[in-house]
């Protein structure tokens, strides 16, 4: 049994933006500054560039490696890079497909059969081979490329804004993703993908980058190779180097400890690319810190999947007025993810010590077709909040709208926002699947933190409201509003106190870890009959030394 990769606290090598760096590569593309693009009538064209002939990049104390941006790019032109990945089911395995635009029409050209595996982009796309200044090899590897990492324009009369996603997915079961870069837009190689820290030591080197041949053949690129020299210099916390700003490490996004807008929603599956200012995450769970798995910290504003940091929408100044009702309008379809990040803890700050508790990460996600909007107002000098549901027209007009119970106020450090009630509930149940222990975390600030399946109907590629520090309220907040859009989900992983499972006395065996969204029904859904999701485990050794087995489900194989 395999252990899903994580990239575990790595920073940015280099800071510097994305845009500049396209304004020095745009001579370089071969496109006139000012020639209009003409009407796509084949596939886009594709190609490798560099935005300079060096670079160089930090190796900060205390980190395994450093990031190997190497600043090369892939342009677009023609028409825009599309690509469509999805998998009908665990049971399934993923499918990738281009979309190519002619005109009005699109043709779908399927890719090869196991070339994508998961969503975090393409792998083996790039080859980079690192030589010493002495000519001597030191290091041979292969890059993955998300398309949707990093992307700026190289022409004046490109699109402005780009409509596809921001990264590619990390969330284990994600079920389908958009990938894509704009007609006149390039997309960093560099960042997203799945990728390692590179452990070059500080010292002068050489990378000559190509694409893979695989790839070359698949959108007609032609065989060439770019040469960059790079320079690695060592830097140390206190000043010890360069006059840098130290960049934030890549937040494995997440509900990373719902704490004050400092620590921001970190922990979701990482992604290089939020930028230098970014928060860092806070503190791991002792469970996942314990295997290295960096990812998916819980309860804690910033939590996204490293690329979002999209504002709250405004909440309404005043309650609604008028009578309640609910009409007959799409309404939001709220469904479960099976549980992963599943470890043994011996339990957080304000847990009973001697315990063994079991840790899981969990995500309730919206299958559309329309968003979850939930206003809260509060009681005056009480820490609670009326809620209320929202209901729109096909033409985004808010038409009705329903009392859906209550936001509490909740004080203790590492949560410190308001908490829509009733919005999850986790179990751990027997062989039998009945009831054994229920978790004590059951109110939740929604968040638009992963991106679950943006092949579905009425998908929102740019929600706002991804980051607990702008959808959850302060201390004297008299109203919030919390959504969760179309084909994202909310994740969070128990492991604050009264969160995971106490399972010091249950005997050795298998369980199941069930996750369950809207479980009093207090909100309207399309279909209340696919809001449950198991995850197997089997818990061994004996107390003071609990073990837990994740076995795959169906394909996915993520403990």
């Not at 960096?294 to 005043?318: E, V």
Request: glycine share 10%.
């Amino acid at each position: 049994m395999t252990r899903h990769p994580i990239s575990s606290g790595t920073r940015l090598g280099r800071t510097a933006a994305v845009a500049a760096a396209l304004t020095a590569v745009a001579a370089g593309t071969g496109a006139a500054p000012l020639a209009k693009a003409a009407p796509a009538t084949t596939a886009p064209k594709l190609k490798l560039i560099a935005a300079s002939s060096s670079v160089t990049l930090d190796r900060w104390e205390g980190e395994p490696g450093v990031s190997l941006d190497l600043g090369t790019y892939v342009t677009v032109d023609g028409g825009p890079l599309e690509l469509k990945v999805t998998r009908p089911s665990y049971k399934k395995p993923v499918t990738a497909a281009q979309i190519i635009h002619e005109g009005k029409k699109t043709r779908t050209k399927p890719l090869p059969a196991g070339l994508v595996k998961d969503f975090s982009g393409l792998p083996g796309f790039l080859k980079v081979t690192i030589s010493k200044a002495s000519g001597a090899k030191v290091l041979d590897t292969t890059q993955a490329f998300c398309p949707n990492s990093a992307a700026g324009r190289i022409r004046p009369d490109a699109p402005a804004t780009s409509k596809y996603p921001e990264e590619c997915p990390r969330n284990p079961f994600t079920l389908g993703s958009v990938w894509g870069v704009e007609n006149g837009w390039a997309a960093n190689t560099g960042r997203g993908g799945e990728s390692r820290p590179a452990d070059l030591p500080p010292g002068d080197y050489t990378a000559k980058v190509s694409v893979a041949k695989t790839y070359r053949d698949l959108f007609g690129m032609a065989d060439e190779q770019k040469t960059i020299k790079v320079k690695v210099r060592q830097v140390t916390e206190g000043g010890g180097g360069p006059a840098a700003s130290r960049p934030a490490r890549s937040a494995m996004a997440g509900h990373s400890g719902h704490g004050a807008a400092a620590s921001a929603h970190a922990g979701h599956h990482g992604v290089d690319g939020r930028g230098a200012d970014s928060p860092a995450p806070p503190a791991l769970s002792h469970a996942l810190e314990d295997l290295g798995r960096a990812t998916h910290l819980g309860d804690g504003p910033g939590h996204t999947d490293g690329s979002r940091n999209a504002p709250a929408l405004k909440p309404n100044s005043h309650r609604p007025t008028g009578r309640a009702s609910v009409p007959n309008v799409p309404k939001p379809d709220l469904r479960s993810l099976p549980a992963w990040d599943i470890a043994i803890s011996d339990g957080e700050d304000g847990d009973a010590p001697g315990k063994d508790y079991l840790a899981f990460s969990a995500n309730v996600w919206n299958a559309g077709p329309a968003p979850l909007v939930v206003d809260g107002f509060r009681s005056p000098g009480k820490n609670l909040m009326d809620a209320y549901q929202y209901f729109y027209d096909a033409n985004g007009k808010q038409i009705g709208y329903t009392p859906t119970g209550s936001m509490e106020w909740d004080p203790r450090v590492g949560h410190e926002h308001w908490h829509f009630k009733d919005f999850a509930s986790y179990r751990l149940l027997s062989a039998n699947q009945a009831e054994i222990v229920r978790s004590g975390k059951e109110a939740f600030c929604l968040a638009n933190t992963d991106a679950v399946d943006y092949t579905v109907k009425n998908a929102n590629w740019h929600p706002n409201n991804t980051d607990l520090s702008t959808a959850c309220g302060e201390q004297n907040s008299v109203s919030v509003r919390e959504v969760l859009d179309v084909g994202s989900g909310d994740t969070y992983t128990q492991y604050r106190p009264g969160q995971s499972f106490d399972v010091t006395d249950l005997p050795n065996g298998t369980y199941f870890i069930q996750v369950i969204a809207n479980p009093e029904h207090r909100l309207q859904e399309t279909n209340l009959k696919n809001n449950v999701a198991l995850r197997k485990v089997v818990l061994g050794g004996k107390p003071g030394a609990r073990t837990v087995t994740v076995p795959p489900h169906d394909l996915v194989n993520a403990p």
